[in-house]
Structure formats: C-alpha cells, structure tokens
C-alpha cells in the first residue's frame, strides 16, 4: 500500500519516538533504566520493526506460475495491426493510378486493409521527417474508420510549416518499437502485424529500428512513380508566397524497411490493393516478455501474517503492562 522508503521512515519515526520516551522517563525518575525496563523497550523496538517489515508484504513467489513464452500460432482475434502511414506534402503528389494523388491510394487502401482484420486491434503510427502515435492500439475501428477517411497529410497551401516538406521512412522506428512493446505485454500471444505506407524519403537507408521478433507480418507499400510528381505549398508558416517541392518514390528506402522487419514490398501504383498483399493467414505470436507485476503473484507463499503475528503478541504484552500499571495507580498502589 506504501512505497518501502515511506514504511522506513515510518519505522524509524516510531523507534525515535519510543527512544524518546525512555530517555524522558529515565530523567524524570533520577536514575539509568533498570533491566526490566530495557527489556520492554526491546520488546517495543521489535513490534516496530517486526510491524514494518509486515507492511512491506515479504513472500516467496518462485513457485508461482508464470506466463510461458508463446511462439505458437496466434488466434485470429487476438490480433494488433499497426498501420505506420506516410502524411507529409508528398501524398499530394499526383502520380497514382493515372493523375491522383498518392493520398486516394493510401485512404483506399486503408480501409482494405481494415476490412480484412474485422477482429484485430489497430493503432496508427504517422511520418514525415518525425513520427507520432496518431491512434493508440485499441479495437474501437468503428471510429477509426472515419477519421482514415479525413486522412490529410500535416501541411498543405492552407496550413505549411517550412520543416513539414522532409520525409523519412525511417523516422518512425522507434515509436514503432514501443508500441509494439506495449502491444505484446497487454495482450500475450496477440500477433504484431504491420503496415507502412509511404512513397517519398530524403535518405536511402529506410531501415526501421525494431527488435527482431516483434513483427509477425505485413507489408511495406510504396506509393507513386519514380519519375514522382511537383507538390505546390506554402512557403514557410507566416508566408503568402508558394513553393514547389518535387517528390519521387524511394524504392530503395522502402525496400530497406521492409527487409527491417521481414515483410515483402509491394509497388502500389495503380489499382486496389491485391490480396496477396495482406495477411490472410494466421500469423506466428509476438513472444511474451517478461513482466514485473506491481502486485504480489496471487500464487505466492505469504510471511507478513508471521511478522504481523509478532508484532501483535508484542504489543499485546505491552498494552498489558500499560493497563495493569494504570489500574493501579488509579487503585493507589503507585506511588508518584
């Protein structure tokens, strides 16, 4: 109920107090504590202490069952899809299926992919030339599926800000790392699959920073041409003036995330999304870490009740000498 560093200064409050005690009694009689009274402060000091140590709640947990680490087939229900979605200026490049933008193909193909995991959990990751979690892993789709189809990249003529026209492939790494974490310590033998969308990347090096494992599935799809195509925007936050940024499709950043986290690439330029491209069998599970619990395992051997018994019988004999020494001063049989 108490952090330990609470109960210890609690405990040594106690002692000081009861130390306390003894040195004012001492005075105040004229003379050192006898034997007798030596022992009851002794037999005091263990209460506390012995009361303590029963607040930290002491036990043997090595017996206890733990979770094992699963590497079976995971249910299909039990399923955390995370889509990591490209939403820089480069999805206004109109270089999909004809003259559309990247951005028609990645909201259609979003909902193809949500569509095909009806049962599954979804979080979404977004990236430009940074990443954050847009839509914490939850299987509320009812929801998300209309925010999917608002989807909008950050900047645009009617809002741009100068370091918005940057994209990296490879800058949702980490982000994508601890919600992948998460997702396998909330829901063990769930299965991590992942989707990137994304088509444009300043670097080369698209490789995404995420433990081997973690990833059961899914696939990196790369949207446009690699002649790519011109996006027009705002120059700068408080500017009026336009800009023209010339976007391509990396292949080689986007094929280098993949191979990252061990899924296939597919070239998304036209058409709807096939279904090879999605994961139609039941994936390997995420292993389960091991977790710390912040509770006692409810299997675990108990020893409070041991220093809890003590710290009563002490304190019992205490109370008893407390009451017997006042009944007799009331009775007259102490003198003051």
């Keep these: 109920m108490f952090p330990i560093w609470l109960i210890v200064v609690l405990v040594v409050i106690a002692i000081l107090l009861r130390v306390g005690a003894l040195v004012a009694v001492s005075r105040r009689r004229g003379r050192r504590p006898d034997r007798r009274t030596w022992f009851r402060f002794a037999m005091a000091v263990l209460a506390v202490l012995c009361l303590g140590t029963a607040a930290t709640r002491p036990g043997d947990e090595s017996d206890a069952e733990r979770p094992p680490r699963l590497a079976d087939l995971a249910e299909?229900?039990?399923?955390?899809?995370?889509?990591?979605?490209?939403?820089?200026?480069?999805?206004?490049a109109k270089d999909f299926d004809g003259s559309k933008t990247r951005l028609e193909g990645v909201?259609?193909?979003?909902?193809?992919i949500l569509g095909a995991h009806?049962?599954?959990?979804?979080?979404?990751?977004?990236?430009?030339?940074?990443?954050?979690?847009?839509?914490?892993?939850?299987?509320?789709?009812?929801?998300?599926?209309?925010?999917?189809?608002?989807?909008?990249?950050y900047g645009g003529v009617d809002a741009q800000y100068e370091g918005e026209t940057g994209v990296d492939v490879a800058a949702p790494g980490s982000v994508l790392s601890e919600q992948l974490n998460r997702g396998a310590q909330e829901y063990p033998g769930a299965a991590n699959v992942v989707y990137v969308l994304g088509g444009s990347s300043d670097s080369d090096s698209g490789a995404l920073d995420v433990p081997k494992g973690l990833v059961?599935?899914?696939?990196?799809?790369?949207?446009g041409t690699e002649e790519g195509a011109d996006v027009e925007?705002?120059?700068g936050k408080y500017s009026f003036d336009s800009e023209t940024t010339h976007y391509e499709l990396n292949a080689t950043a986007l094929e280098a995330a993949a191979?990252?986290?061990?899924?296939?690439?597919?070239?998304?330029?036209?058409?709807?999304?096939?279904?090879?491209?999605?994961?139609?069998?039941?994936?390997?599970?995420?292993?389960?870490?091991?977790?710390?619990?912040?509770?006692?395992?409810?299997?675990?051997?108990?020893?409070?009740?041991?220093?809890a018994g003590i710290a009563a019988a002490?304190?019992?004999?205490?109370?008893?000498?407390l009451a017997r020494h006042w009944i007799r001063r009331r009775n007259g049989g102490v003198r003051s």
């Design 314 to 321: 002490l304190f019992g004999v205490e109370l008893y000498g």
């Design 216 to 223: 059961s599935g899914g696939a990196v799809l790369g949207y």
């Design 107 to 112: 909201r259609a193909d979003l909902q193809t």
């Design 259 to 307: 191979d990252s986290i061990d899924v296939p690439y597919l070239h998304r330029e036209e058409g709807s999304l096939p279904a090879d491209a999605l994961v139609t069998d039941v994936p390997v599970a995420a292993p389960v870490f091991d977790v710390t619990p912040d509770v006692p395992h409810p299997n675990r051997i108990e020893y409070y009740w041991l220093f």
């Design 76 to 92: 299909e229900a039990n399923m955390n899809v995370f889509l990591v979605v490209d939403r820089s200026l480069a999805l206004d």
């Design 118 to 153: 009806p049962t599954a959990r979804f979080g979404l990751v977004s990236y430009g030339d940074s990443a954050r979690v847009e839509w914490p892993l939850s299987p509320d789709t009812w929801s998300l599926i209309p925010f999917l189809a608002q989807f909008t990249p």
């Design 233 to 235: 925007h705002q120059d």
